[in-house]
């Protein structure tokens, strides 16, 4: 099975990359996790995107926030897809991060999700290495089916409470 590749800019992007980190486990997808900044570490981060293929990985996430450049420079340094998390930073909330991730040039591009959307971003990879995994895709099939059902518990509960 291929691997999945994260990134992230900073250690203070770890919540986000947890969700996603936990939903890969989940589906029994291996991934790698590094901290690589496209500003200050640009070296190590084209290094990770141009020998990703190689080293087995099938999908790129890169979680920014801020400039967020980073998963532009990833998606600039591979043919794998690439999936951007933008995060939260101090001044917009994010939305900077979601512009700078999402407004990609033509040639370059990066699958955006929402602001933190970690977990997002793990289904995203899950359903990309799928195409070529029936058991994957199985396992993903399972979870959507456990998502429906806990969601339809919960409507019958609030039916029994009003």
């Known amino acids: 099975m291929k691997k999945v590749g994260i990134v992230m800019g900073s250690d203070s992007d770890l919540p ?3 969700k996603a980190t936990a939903l890969l486990r989940e589906l029994e997808i291996p991934f790698e996790v590094h901290v690589y900044s496209a500003h200050r ?4 981060a084209h290094d990770f995107a141009a020998s990703a293929r190689e080293k087995g990985f099938g999908v790129l996430i890169a979680a920014a926030g801020m400039a967020a450049h980073l998963a532009g420079a990833v998606a600039a340094n591979t043919t794998l897809p690439v999936i951007g998390i933008p995060c939260k930073g101090p001044a917009l ?3 900077d991060a979601l ?7 033509s040639g370059i591009p990066v699958a ?3 602001i933190g959307g970690g977990a997002n971003a793990a289904l995203l990879a899950a359903q990309i290495l799928a195409v070529e995994d029936a058991a994957l895709a199985e396992r993903l099939a399972a979870k959507r089916a456990a998502d ?3 969601v339809l518990q919960k409507d019958a509960g609030i039916a029994e409470r009003l």
């Open 148 to 150: 429906t059902a806990a």
């Open 16 to 18: 986000v990359i947890q």
């Open 41 to 44: 570490t640009p070296l190590q």
């Open 93 to 95: 909330e994010g939305l």
């Open 99 to 105: 512009l700078s991730t999402v407004q990609m040039p």
């Open 112 to 114: 955006t999700v929402g």
